[in-house]
């Protein structure tokens, strides 16, 4: 596979293994029953800290968040967080990509936030409420 065809499918492994990620990290969604053979835990309260999912979450949190993110602010890429800047009155400028395309900045931000809940990292909590606040500031009424 040539360089081209691997930056071309970063995105799209990003999201995979992201969405696994937030699959994973689910696992509390299971209500408390009193028959449950299951139980859910807090995210932050399990660790993966080596093998294949310490490795992945490891692979998350340094390179596949800021792969996202750089994808994301790319203008050549339909999904765009400068819709958001937008919609905010921040910047100027048309709303590209599809109807359904914010759905990528949430995701991202999602799993930041799973990540955070781990690791408690400052620079990646300055980022969410960054995002957050512009996301907020778009769906304010004018």
């Not at 081209?4 to 969604?29: C, E, Y």
């Not at 490795?55 to 602010?73: G, H, N, Q, Y």
Request: proline share 4%.
């Amino acid at each position: 596979m040539n360089r081209t065809h691997r930056s071309a499918l970063a995105p799209v492994v990003a999201v995979l293994v992201l969405a696994a990620l937030a699959v994973a990290a689910r696992i509390d969604s299971l209500a408390v029953r009193p028959c449950a053979a299951m139980r859910g835990v807090e995210v932050d309260a399990v660790r993966w800290t080596k093998g294949f999912w310490g490795e992945k979450f490891d692979l998350c949190r340094r390179a596949i968040l800021p792969s996202v993110e750089a994808a994301l602010l790319d203008d050549r890429n339909s999904e765009r967080l400068a819709n958001f800047r937008v919609a905010a009155g921040l910047e100027q400028g048309p709303y590209r990509g599809t109807d359904w395309s914010d759905g990528d900045g949430y995701r991202w931000i999602e799993a930041m936030a799973y990540v955070y809940a781990v690791t408690r990292d400052p620079e990646l909590d300055r980022k969410m409420d960054s995002w957050i606040g512009i996301i907020a500031k778009a769906q304010a009424a004018r």
